[in-house]
């Protein structure tokens, strides 16, 4: 089966991880600008991390069959620090012109501090004025209802396109302000911390699946790439179809992407199963 | 060996992740049985993960053996 990524932290995995996705099915990852794991101070560091994701991360992906695109931010982690943040604003757009950069991402909140949202409405504004599309990040653990209301409440006093903006990281709690505000949503799927492959299944079972993403945010933290594949695994041994797990795992992220025309992968159809 | 607080620093996030499975779990026994309009035949595997809920639910274990009492319940279901 062909398989989309649609959130993964290349840079933070090693080329067997590529090597495994692409002989399990993957076809193509997207990686979103990610938290280093400190504060980065300058935004020459942000240049240089977005000319890896945007330039030279595709060759190793490539190494393996696998098509690899990105996206710039700066994560919310950093955005205490106002100034770097609005360089680095100043400087994101000549990454959307890179032949893989799909929009601005991940964005969003943490804390959901007053600088926190200031970044994330700049972000929002940016791309929205450039034609991009938008992944936001929401919190982890006790701070994801309260933040992920605040993203909505946020983007409700913006003149935003709910069609072109993926909130990520949902869970039972969330998914249902998120898709009910016309969003797309995304499930991440990590061993401890967020959804898991079971609970995904099930919230893919409970509720419309035309606007959900199921990912792995893999990075440099604890997660496994191949949740997403555990998910599918999952999905397929309820019952459900092939192709109700190709428009799920492969058909939902090329919809949602492809309104990027730098996203040239298309739907599939399974002719016979 | 750890002190009290490394263990709950060490291992409730996992803890929280394991009850998050069995409360889906329970949820998807609920809605399957709404879907076909009847429980179970036989929901005595079911009961017996309630049963264990309820004991793992009592603050006070003097001989901190939870794990044991739980395999002797299960050891009941067939």
Redesign the interface.
Known sequence: MQIIQPHYHGIARTAQDYERMAMSGVVAVCEPAFWAGYDRRHPETFVDYFAQISEFEPTRAASFGIRHFCWVAVNPKEAENPELTQEVLRLMPEFFNKPNCLGVGETGLHKSTPNEIESLQAHVDMAMKHGQLVLIHTPHLADKAHGTKTVLEVLAGMDVDPDRIWIDHVEEQTIEPVLDAGYWAGMTLYPVTKCSPRRAVDILEKYPTDRLLVNSSADWGPSDPFTLQESIMEFRRRGHSLQEAVEIFHNNPCRFLGQNPKWDIKPITISEE | MLSPQETLDTYY??AR?DL??IA??L??YD?AAERVGGKADDESKRDSLLEALSLLAQSEHPKANRAEQLLEHFAKIK
């Open positions: 996030l996992e992740r998050l499975e889906a779990f949820d998807r809605r």
